[in-house]
């Protein structure tokens, strides 16, 4: 297993680990904690714009691991399934103007009850906004999300399952954002952290604790459950990746705690047990 | 696909439906609604003692489809490990005296952050006690459960990897039970099941709806969810299952309308969406 860290220069503050902050409260945050990194969420930036959005982040020296998020790409019918790919092209955009790192596509679900439909809209949903993002320089990450997702975020929910989807797309346009949430219960995990390797796009860190405190919020602080964090990013660092950890947790009750104390705990958790 | 049922002749009530019943209650609901089968929960049988439950559901006429559960063989120290393998053995016991189909694992979780050694501990604690199922005529059914169990209830989350661990061992001690809310999001899930060819011991339904109701509780009825459930009950018999298949749900709003109508509803939509 790899060393502990002793710096935060790979940590990144996914912005939905302090979701009442707006996007300037956040970048000051991260400034306030020698941060280097940051992840905004396209809601945050939408509400000040993309121009305002750019400058506030450049003017406090933060790189973008990632911007959160594009994919939702099954609908019913085919003028809504435009209207998503209109909207990813809309994202991708915004990701060149902030310079992400990658653009992270949560898939979307089946809008009915053929799953199999549904993940063939999601690589043809890929497939059409893949030169607009080749264009931008914008690299496309395939998050799979936790199978508990399946019937309302993503149809694509496990690394093997995205991993064979990047495949199908060039290595320089489509990759992998790995999020040890949604995929540390898996039999084939490292098998499969191995298979990703040159298409790691990013790495996203959490905890899983018992019981679950909710679904979509059902995230807990690194530490504080049963991922074994370490070894996974371990794994992931042999695969070739070596670049912004996101810390990524949905969680009420962080949520309802001072952001500048979460702030603290998530540098002290990270340097303990990631 | 293959035709709707006709008949309620498959049909068996996993007790947990209506989990308020008795033994002997819910025993009394499957004869008014004229079920032949019933799968009972050992706490139900053990509260009124193994020599009544049988005499109760052979009165009553009723074969019993399983009986849930055995597993949860993960301990941190041997002597757990030991108490968790006996106590297999008295379900074992009390299964043969029900005349079970078969006895269900549901494996348990990890009691730390070491997934691996707690997979080796469930195949050891199957080794474990198959002897003693093979004496009693007691097939062991591997369910796999769903992955946002791993962390409190079973290691094993696929059915590859139910496939793989019941492999290990002789087909006619141990087998699998197949329940769709814990398989249906799998990308793989029509080649796995029919690699379950020879092995399949019970079919369990019940649907997966949007908003989930919750994580224990979070079944919904057949055709309230996303599950492609006529889809996946034709590959199950297509892999050669053409036993008892059964009705569990665990849902608390279900669990506070009167128990006749749950049932009638059951009877209903096993008839139209199963």
Not at 70 to 92: H, K, M, V, W, Y
Not at 239 to 255: C, D, F, K, R
């Amino acid at each position: 297993m790899n060393a502990p860290f002793t710096t935060t220069d790979r940590l990144s503050l996914n912005q939905i680990t302090l979701n009442r902050l707006t996007l300037r409260e956040s970048a000051e945050s991260c400034v306030r904690h020698n941060l280097k990194w940051i992840a905004p969420w396209r809601n945050r930036v939408q509400e000040i714009g993309i121009k305002e959005a750019a400058t506030i982040l450049r003017d406090h020296g933060l790189k973008v691991s990632s911007l959160c998020r594009g994919g939702f790409f099954p609908a019913p019918t085919e003028p809504e399934r435009q209207s998503n790919i209109d909207d990813n092209l809309r994202a991708i955009e915004e990701a060149a103007e902030l310079e992400a790192q990658c653009l992270v596509l949560v898939c979307g679900p089946a809008p009915g009850r053929d799953i199999d439909a549904a993940r063939q809209m999601v690589e043809d949903g890929i497939a059409a906004i893949l030169p607009h993002a080749q264009a931008h320089k914008v690299p496309l990450g395939i998050e799979p999300l936790h199978p508990m997702f399946a019937a309302d975020r993503s149809v694509i929910v496990t690394l093997a399952q995205a991993i064979d989807l990047a495949e199908k797309f060039p290595a320089d346009g489509v990759g992998l954002v790995l999020d040890v949430f949604h995929i540390w219960w898996d039999p084939h995990l490292y098998t499969e952290i191995h298979r990703s390797k040159g298409r790691i796009l990013g790495f996203h860190i959490s905890d899983w604790s018992v019981p679950l405190p909710g679904i979509v919020t059902g995230r807990s602080m690194m530490g504080d459950g049963v991922i074994e964090l370490r070894r996974i990013r371990t794994a992931v660092e042999n695969a070739g990746y070596h670049g912004p950890i996101e810390v990524e947790i949905m969680n009420e009750s962080l949520w309802s705690q001072p952001p500048d104390s979460v702030l603290e705990q998530t540098i002290d958790r990270y340097l303990s047990h990631v």
